[in-house]
């Protein structure tokens, strides 16, 4: 059974500065990993989707890597702004039905 | 393209009451899922269709929830009788192949 872990649960900074989540899976077997945000009482935004053939994604200010064998990925935030401000949960599909497991998340807070 | 639409989006209801959840996923999208996600901690699987049929519903309360998509497109999610802790939100999500998920705008359920 996939578990998934996100490091740290939480985490707050002032503007500006350029921040690491961590996302861990134990099954390396997977087909993507994706990367959403949430804001308070709201649904998933997709950030990043990164297939299990690729080492990583950029989209603007986040980079997402893969390293499959070890079983990690991160997202990488440049230049922080407060509007960056939510949790951040990553998913990992995998086994036969390719169903999502996720993780407890990162909440983000940056200070103006 | 439009999104995956949910409805209600806030329900509060006694303990031992009913409820339902309806969801409209992507035109074209052949999985739909739904999700529990409570206060604090990553969304929970509870039901995955594939089409019109049930591809895992291991983690469905099944003596209080229950689940059908009809015609291969829109979803209900309902419980009867609900608890108080069902309180949750309630995600659904949609998928084509291994393209990511969509996922709605969620349903905040809570139950007093």
């Known amino acids: 059974k996939q578990e998934v872990t996100q490091i740290p649960a939480a985490l707050s900074v002032p503007e500006g500065e350029n921040l690491v989540l961590n996302c861990s899976f134990t099954d390396s077997a997977i087909y993507n990993l994706q990367w959403f945000r949430q804001d308070p009482g709201k649904g998933l935004t997709s950030l990043l989707l990164?297939?299990?053939?690729?080492r990583e994604q950029t989209s603007g200010r986040l980079n997402a890597s893969l390293d499959k064998s070890s079983g990690r990925s991160t997202l990488y935030i440049a230049a922080s702004q407060p509007g960056d401000s939510a949790t951040y949960l990553c998913?990992?599909?995998?086994?036969?039905?390719?169903?999502?497991?996720f993780g407890r998340g990162t909440s983000l807070i940056v200070h103006p | 393209e439009a999104g995956v639409a949910q409805s209600p989006r806030y329900k509060i209801i006694e303990k031992r009451q009913s409820v339902a959840f309806w969801c409209n996923p992507i035109s074209g999208h052949a999985t739909l899922y739904w999700y529990q996600q409570i206060l604090g901690q990553g969304p929970k699987l509870l039901i995955q269709f594939q089409n019109n049929g049930v591809v895992d519903d291991s983690q469905l309360p099944k003596d209080r929830f229950s689940a059908e998509r009809l015609k291969g497109v829109d979803s209900t999610l309902k419980i009867q009788p609900a608890k108080l802790e069902d309180s949750a939100v309630y995600l659904c999500?949609?998928?084509?192949?291994?393209?990511?998920?969509?996922f709605g705008s969620g349903t905040r359920l809570t139950v007093v």
């Open positions: 998913a990992v599909p995998s086994g036969g039905s390719y169903i999502p497991t």
């Open positions: 999500a949609s998928s084509l192949g291994g393209s990511g998920y969509t």
């Open positions: 990164i297939q299990s053939s690729q």
